[in-house]
């Protein structure tokens, strides 16, 4: 059981919208910067967001990222079916001292 | 080209031993704090373990606390990662992962294959 809590799935068409939940607590999403991942089977993940919402080169701004509180969120706009990846939120847990990630969102672009 | 690329994965017995290497190029790895992060098959990532630039403080998930020690040689580039008392569940990917500040990683390996099984 993950610390931080994603939905195991989501699904839209393409072009479309879709937003991707990640809830923690006030020791880790509370108090801590909020990465997210997107994974491809067989690949390396890539970082998409970091402290927050910012983008590394070469991200589109099609991916954007938030937080509020003890959630954070993952948007992203004009849905691809290249897209489709399983998506990870991660953080660190200041009581755990631990690093942490979500258990993980499969996009289904349909 | 900032890459890093682990090696020494493998098959090994339970109760049995092994150590993994990474070794980064492209970027001056001796600044940069380094992580391990897992996928077993089926299952989504797990952080391992970090550890700092200058080799302290490090850092471990409680699944492995006791049992994996990370270590870095910064002459050589090279991250490890020893696995003593390995068992079933530490069959995964294992990723070596860039650490930027505030808690991303922002530069991954292709992984190496662990498999724990009689």
């Known amino acids: 059981q993950s610390v931080l809590t994603q939905p195991p799935s989501v699904s839209a068409a393409p072009g479309q919208k879709v937003t991707i939940s990640c809830s923690g607590s006030s020791s880790n999403i509370g108090n801590n910067y909020v990465s997210w991942y997107q994974h491809l089977p067989g690949t390396a993940p890539k970082l998409l967001i970091y402290?927050?919402?910012k983008r590394p080169s070469g991200i589109p701004d099609r991916f954007s990222g938030s937080k509020s509180g003890t959630s954070a969120t993952l948007g992203i706009t004009g849905l691809q079916t290249g897209d489709e990846a399983d998506y990870y939120c991660a953080t660190w847990d200041s009581s755990l001292s631990v690093g942490v990630f979500g258990g993980g969102t499969k996009l289904t672009v349909l | 080209e900032v890459q890093v690329v682990e090696s020494g994965g493998g098959l090994v017995q339970p109760g049995g031993s092994l150590r993994l290497s990474c070794a980064a190029s492209g970027f001056a790895f001796s600044r940069y704090s380094m992580n391990w992060v897992r996928q077993a098959p089926g299952k989504g990532l797990e952080w391992v373990s970090y550890?700092?630039?200058?080799?302290?403080?490090?850092y471990y998930a409680d699944s492995v606390k006791g049992r994996f020690t990370i270590s870095r040689d910064n002459a050589k580039n090279l991250l490890f990662l020893q696995m003593n008392s390995l068992r079933a569940e530490d069959t995964a990917v294992y990723y070596c992962?860039?650490?930027?500040?505030?808690?991303?990683?922002?530069?991954w390996g292709p992984g190496t294959m662990v498999t724990v099984s009689s």
């Open positions: 550890i700092r630039s200058s080799g302290s403080p490090v």
């Open positions: 992962a860039r650490d930027l500040p505030m808690n991303a990683f922002d530069v």
């Open positions: 402290e927050n919402n």
